[in-house]
């Protein structure tokens, strides 16, 4: 079990379809993909084996400004980041930092929480709907 400052969820697709229905939800949002990066590919190119493993750092200016203005070190937990993994008995997760956990980390307001709770747009992409 992933610790409470992780919000995992199982997903019904593939770790590539799981981060593209992410990555299309949170574009449809106006939030900006930064960056995605194929872990097992990276792996595979030094000739290590890793299971199906995608990373993808994203995020919106307007949302986390306020909270690296009201602590500058929170910078180092945005941009927002997601993975889209594959255990080893073939189930696929969708994980992300816990927003909760990043306001108490860095003892935010709770004001701020709305900013940076992406559960939601994580279980439309996970579930389907």
Not at 21 to 42: V, W
Not at 101 to 127: C, T, V, W
Request: hydrophobic share 45%; proline share 7%.
């Amino acid at each position: 079990m992933p610790p409470n400052s992780i919000t995992s969820l199982s997903s019904k697709y593939s770790v590539i379809e799981t981060l593209d229905r992410l990555e299309k939800i949170l574009t449809a949002k106006g939030i900006t993909i930064f960056t995605r990066i194929d872990q097992q590919a990276e792996a595979k190119k030094v000739g290590l084996r890793l299971l199906p493993l995608e990373f993808l750092l994203f995020g919106n200016p307007k949302a986390g400004t306020p909270i690296m203005e009201a602590e500058p070190l929170a910078a180092l937990d945005l941009p927002l980041k997601g993975i889209a993994w594959e255990d080893k008995d073939g189930q696929v997760w969708l994980s992300s930092n816990n927003a909760e956990y990043i306001i108490a980390r860095f003892s935010l307001p709770d004001s701020l929480l709305k900013n940076i709770s992406i559960g939601p747009l994580m279980e439309q992409a996970a579930k389907g709907s």
